[in-house]
């Protein structure tokens, strides 16, 4: 789907409502890491600089919808935003009253969007009012882009126009390179806790990979399906039927989602516990799998230096805590030194890439957690279909 962006509209003197994702940690009135802000000023500036009247929109944490919460105004985000702009932007808190639209090649930013009732259930009422401030509706902000709510989706279907912002724009064409037209082979690594959140994910890509590999949680889950002990790891035991025909399945596709032949294990999940190496068959009812092997690592890591694309969600161990790391480590350099085009996402996983420092090798780096889940299990983003009417 090619959807329609900035280089298809005028935007000289327009009043062009742009929602981002500026939803950044704040503490005690100051902002923790500001990748997000950073990333929306390219966006910002575009607009400024081709004499639109910009007026952002975002959510800031989860406050209680129908009034203002001063515990999440978007006060510091704008007086951050202004520093990196060079210029002020003012917030506006009532924005819905539609009489604050700056001059051409100004900024305001709308008080958080969550303060409105029903911009979560996607009210088609508030809907329109948004929608009657702008010329152009430009959705920029992928990580929001799975929910239908009103700031993101209903805004779009009232709007004059409505177009993909290049943030929005650039991320779905990385991922649509990596899952549409790969190049091969193409391997994905499903980790992380549970196999219950990912289900739908691992069931799409068993059809879509040449090899998908499983770790975490999820491993341990497949390891079970394979007939091995699992001792007190964390499984799902409702799931190791799943497990059990996705493996069947890549087998009867010529695949195959191979389970680690060595773990790591402990007697319990801490920062003391005393790790050790087992063959996978080998793991006493007392343990518990905590991370793969160096034997699977390294075996691993090989397959991804092979490959032609890599998609990474999740980590393959408890990489929180070091003696439980290795194999996430030895995963995130494999996938930096590999010369395949290589996408990670998912929270966790962004922890572990920074923790690893390879975030400017591998070749994007993708910012929703939930809209990444969602893209992988093959689901037409709502807000991104909209743009498509
Ligand atoms: P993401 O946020 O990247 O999608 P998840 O939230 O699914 O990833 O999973 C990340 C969590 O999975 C991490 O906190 C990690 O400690 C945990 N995890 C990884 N391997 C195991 C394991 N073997 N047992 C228990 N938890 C695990
Ligand atoms: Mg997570």
């Given at each position: 789907m090619a959807v329609r962006t900035l280089d298809d509209v005028t935007l000289d003197g327009q009043r062009v409502l742009v929602r981002e994702d500026l939803n950044v940690p704040i503490k005690d009135g100051r902002i923790g890491d500001e990748a997000r802000l950073r990333a929306a000023l390219p966006t910002l500036r575009r607009l400024m600089d081709a004499g639109a009247r910009v007026m952002v929109m975002s959510h800031l944490g989860r406050p209680k919808a129908g009034a203002f919460d001063p515990e999440a105004s978007m006060a510091p985000v704008a007086a951050r935003l202004g520093e990196l702009l060079d210029c002020p932007v003012p917030v506006v808190r009532?924005?819905?009253?539609?009489?604050t639209v700056p001059a051409p090649g100004g900024i305001v930013l709308c008080e958080n969007?969550?303060?409105?009732?029903?911009e979560t259930d996607n009210d088609e009422a508030l809907s329109r009012r948004m929608a009657a401030l702008c010329d152009l509706f430009v959705m920029d902000a992928f990580g929001t882009a799975h929910r239908a709510q009103a700031s993101t989706h209903g805004v779009a279907r009232f709007a004059p126009d409505a177009v993909a912002g290049p943030l929005l724009a650039a991320e779905l064409e990385a991922l649509g390179k990596a899952?549409?037209?790969?190049?091969?082979?193409l391997v994905a690594i499903i980790g992380g806790s549970k196999v219950s959140s990912k289900v739908t994910v691992l069931e799409q890509l068993t059809d879509r990979v040449d090899q998908l590999i499983v770790g975490g949680g999820i491993a341990n889950t497949f390891i079970a399906a394979a007939g091995h002990g699992v001792g007190k790891s964390l499984i799902e035991a409702d799931f190791v039927d799943t497990a059990r025909s996705l493996m069947d399945k890549a087998r009867a596709a010529g695949g195959e989602i191979p389970i680690p032949e060595d773990v790591i294990v402990a007697?319990?999940?801490?920062?003391?516990a005393e790790a050790r190496v087992r063959d996978v068959d080998a793991v006493a009812d007392s343990e518990m799998i905590l991370d793969v092997g160096p034997k699977t690592a390294a075996a691993y890591a090989e397959r991804l230096r092979q490959a032609g694309t890599v998609v990474w969600n999740g980590p393959?161990?408890?990489?929180?805590i070091d003696a439980f790391s290795a194999g996430t480590r030895a995963l995130a350099g494999a996938i930096a030194e590999s010369a395949a085009f290589s996408i990670a996402g998912g929270g966790d996983t962004l922890a572990a890439v920074a923790k690893y420092g390879v975030e400017d090798r591998i070749s994007y780096i993708s910012t929703g957690g939930g809209a990444f889940l969602e893209f992988l299990e093959g689901r037409e983003l709502p807000a991104v279909a909209v743009l498509d009417r």
């Open positions: 009532d924005w819905l009253e539609g009489d969007v969550r303060f409105n009732a029903g899952l549409k037209s790969p190049d091969r082979p007697d319990e999940l801490s920062d003391s393959v161990g408890v990489f929180e």
